[in-house]
């Protein structure tokens, strides 16, 4: 079985821009999740890939590391993607904080801040999430929510409406199969006996547990089936923090 991240791209490099998608959701109820930001990410070689990140500052949104690129444009306000809406804010990334840890060789460290040309207005359509404490912990058998404009399908394009899925939390011997899995960052997400799960496109987007971000979508398997690795969060808080408080 390949092991691939969730991306246009299908490799997980923390230089590259790559992205995932939502397999089994549902449609949003529109603007009911005002944190999410789609990226329009521009490659050094010109190609236009899509990843997903969320508003945790005004100025600041949080995604996955190999969601990277020579641009980003986020766009905060959005349900259809291909439909511009007076709710939405178009915002360009002028510097990106990708861990300090997270190389080419490695899928680890998949965390990354970006700070935004301009503070983002806070509306009905537009808003902030908040992060976990550093020692923050969710137990296996957890079900939490994701969101994403991912394929539906393996097969399948992006979707343009903003989709969401509940999806549990295994124990982390279920993803001893990715040889890069380290029990200690990651969580492993996506019961193996149901269809739903993250896919291309989705990379970068929330995890959300009782209401609080606790994992970034990382990367998944090449057949969309679970199980998926996220990142943990709250591992990050102090680099979070210190990127914050210094910018």
Not at 105 to 123: E, P, Q, W, Y
Request: glycine share 8%; net charge positive; hydrophobic share 40%.
């Amino acid at each position: 079985m390949h092991h691939l991240p969730l991306s246009l791209l299908l490799f997980l490099l923390c230089s590259r821009a790559e992205a995932g998608d939502i397999i089994g959701g549902t449609e949003s109820k529109p603007h009911s999740r005002p944190y999410m930001a789609h990226l329009g990410i521009v490659t050094p070689q010109d190609m236009l890939v899509a990843c997903v990140g969320f508003l945790i500052r005004r100025d600041f949104v949080l995604t996955a590391a190999h969601c990277a690129g020579k641009s980003i444009m986020v766009t905060l306000g959005a349900h259809n993607i291909k439909k511009k809406e007076g709710t939405w804010q178009e915002i360009e990334v002028v510097k990106q904080f990708p861990h300090p840890k997270c190389n080419d060789s490695t899928v680890r460290h998949d965390i990354k801040l970006l700070k935004l040309k301009g503070k983002a207005n806070l509306t009905l359509a537009v808003g902030t999430l908040p992060l976990p404490p550093q020692f923050n912990f969710i137990p296996p058998g957890r079900m939490c929510r994701m969101a994403g404009w991912g394929s539906t399908n393996v097969q399948e394009p992006g979707s343009n409406t903003l989709l969401e899925v509940k999806l549990r939390l295994m124990e982390p011997q279920a993803c001893r199969h990715f040889t890069t899995f380290d029990h200690n960052l990651p969580l492993c997400v996506g019961n193996p006996q149901k269809t739903k799960s993250a896919f291309k496109g989705d990379s970068g987007g929330p995890l959300l547990c009782t209401g609080v971000a606790q994992d970034i979508v990382a990367y998944g398997q090449s057949d969309a089936k679970p199980h998926a690795i996220f990142t943990r969060i709250s591992h990050y808080r102090p680099w979070i923090n210190k990127v914050l408080k210094e910018n």
